[in-house]
């Protein structure tokens, strides 16, 4: 018996460790991979698949301009492989991938859905494309109760539709770090060798990731530790001349915006302390930070959005605060910066608590079945 075609369809990636970790995982001995990519040149992701000899087409990708050309072709390269599943990854993919797939007639039609509620309170018109997709999908992971919440009550979508599926991780790939990459990562973005403590977030500048409620707490926490040091990753979005602004009220050298860092894990051991704070609970689909960071055994200090749902707690795993309050979140770091065993508390059980619910086998095993079913 012939394996199962499985082509998957992602827009807009130039480096993904999740797909990485996918394509190099045992998915491969009951399914065939095929990935088709919808990118403006050559990704990180296609030139790590190529070295793995997994079939991978490039088709070139720009926006909405060339979303007819890339429908063509990605509907004529779906005839060609036959394929038995389709699934898709991001807006972009999902629009033209899984019209593509239904047109196509390919049998399972899956999409994962990435976002929360942004379309609702953000680009209403967006609401229109997934229901679309939703409609000619076979299948739509939910990557968190949240989002499994909206499918069902905001956008009608049957329950026997949808799968819950977590994100899965190689978890030890963040708690097991060799000193040389953290002193690179340092080196590399120029972050002041003798600072404490190093305040640590990682989000795009978007107004629901919460930083405009981090950067007046750090402001506040230079008073006690005038040594302190923020570092700012994924620095980019459309709220960085919000950001901007408040970060001209810091001291010039008391802050470091990092663009990309490709070596994530070596980042997160960095940091002292962890904040991310997006403004309510259904901003974050899932919220990968929330688990990197704690497999990275860093204290952190949260508000509860997407995943963080389903197994924050406070005073256990990490300092949970309110959400949009500044207020909360510099006391929380001083209680971490001051409480030795607080620390290790929450650095242990934040390990156990990833560690029992993301392994990436997990996810594999979920998704193996899902496509063979």
Do not use: C
């Not at 992602?10 to 399914?31: G, T, Y």
């Not at 795009?204 to 530790?225: C, H, M, S, T």
């Not at 509860?304 to 207020?327: C, H, K, M, P, R």
């Amino acid at each position: 018996m012939r394996k199962k075609k499985l082509v998957y369809i992602i827009s807009k990636v130039d480096k993904s460790l999740a797909f990485e970790w996918l394509a190099a995982s045992d998915l491969q001995k009951r399914i065939e991979l095929n990935f088709i990519l919808l990118n403006p040149g050559e990704s990180y992701l296609e030139t790590f698949l190529k070295q793995k000899n997994i079939p991978v087409t490039l088709v070139k990708y720009s926006g909405k301009k060339s979303m007819a050309r890339a429908f063509t072709q990605v509907f004529f390269k779906l005839i060609k492989l036959r394929a038995d599943v389709v699934h898709a990854h991001f807006l972009d993919a999902n629009l033209v991938g899984i019209s593509a797939a239904f047109l196509a007639r390919v049998p399972r039609r899956i999409y994962t859905r990435h976002h929360s509620s942004f379309h609702h309170f953000y680009f209403p018109k967006g609401v229109y494309y997934d229901m679309l997709v939703n409609y000619m999908s076979t299948k739509i992971v939910a990557i968190s109760k949240v989002v499994h919440q909206i499918l069902v009550e905001k956008e009608r979508v049957s329950e026997s539709k949808i799968s819950l599926i977590h994100h899965g991780f190689h978890l030890n790939l963040f708690e097991n770090v060799d000193n040389s990459r953290i002193e690179e990562v340092r080196k590399r973005n120029k972050v002041p060798e003798h600072s404490y403590p190093l305040l640590g977030v990682i989000a795009r500048f978007e107004d629901w990731k919460g930083i405009q409620f981090i950067v007046p707490a750090f402001r506040k926490l230079l008073e006690n530790y005038p040594e302190a040091h923020l570092i700012l990753a994924n620095a980019n979005g459309v709220y960085e001349g919000e950001v901007d602004k408040l970060l001209a009220t810091l001291p010039e050298k008391s802050f470091t915006k990092i663009r990309f860092e490709y070596d994530i894990p070596a980042l997160y051991k960095l940091f002292d302390v962890y904040v991310h704070t997006p403004v309510n609970n259904h901003s974050e689909a899932f919220g990968q930070t929330y688990v990197e960071a704690l497999a990275s055994r860093v204290p952190s200090i949260f508000t509860a959005s997407g995943v963080a749902t389903e197994f924050i707690e406070n005073e256990v795993n990490a300092l949970v605060v309110d959400y949009q309050n500044s207020g909360q979140i510099y006391d929380a770091v001083i209680r971490l910066l001051e409480n030795d065993q607080l620390r290790e508390n929450l650095k242990g059980n934040g390990y156990a608590s990833v560690k029992k619910r993301f392994e990436l086998q997990k996810m594999v095993d979920s998704l193996t079945q899902l496509y063979l079913s």
